[in-house]
């Protein structure tokens, strides 16, 4: 079932994953929607598919070179060479900098860095060999630092780095490479965040819109239309940025 265009997004099963890949199966794409586990992606295909799109769902641990690399043999094999990449895949293990574990230091840097590396690694032979390609990296906020964040914020600042090393090499091959940074959006992730320090998600909510300008906290649909543009064909001289999608400035 090979497809004019496939793209491949991480940690798709929910969240801010699900929607671009909804977004991205809107615009014409077929996605490989892939997750560490396989039938965890089940909602988000069945959704892509009674919308009228095209999907498969794909298990993978991103963080380990085997697994990606069958990942992406059987998605080109199955369903199409991807010459779309939305590197989104990421955990959280918040912790002061004093009680944070080697553990949980090296948990989240796997997932999002070296996730990244593999993944990107992997696809790009397919880009390369189509003289086209897009990627896009999942940076954050906590980029320029957030408390209890060490880990989190040395992964997504890492991203940006990554992001733009990637434009500089695979520019010359019709690939860009560019950066989402989300600011605060409604997930389970954030949910999650709310219920570590003992707030109700509502106000935890509350105290966020009222620090951002628009007055809201973000959506997982405002980084998919943001995805949606940056691998459409109208994005080819956009590379190597990082668009912050918060709501406002940051710096």
Known sequence: MAQTKTAIVTGAARGIGAEVAKRLAADGFGVAVLDLDEAATAVTVDAIVDAG??????GANVADEESVAEAVERIATEFGAPTVLVNNAGITRDNLLFKMSVTDWDAVLGV????????????????????????VNLSSTSALGNRGQANYSAAKAGMQGFTKTLAIELGRYG????????????????????E??????????AIAAAAIPVGRVGQPADIAHTASFLVSEGAGFVSGQVIYVAGGPKD
Do not use: C, W
Request: aromatic content about 8%; cysteine-free; proline content about 2%.
């Open 53 to 58: 799109g095209t999907a498969i769902g794909i």
């Open 112 to 135: 999002h860095l070296r996730g990244a590396f593999l993944m990107t690694r992997a696809t790009q032979k397919h880009m390369v060999e189509a003289k086209y390609g897009r990627i």
């Open 175 to 194: 690939i860009t490479a560019n950066a989402i940074a989300p600011g605060f959006i409604e997930t389970e992730m954030t949910a999650a965040t709310a």
């Open 196 to 205: 570590r320090v003992g707030a109700s998600f509502e106000d935890f909510k």
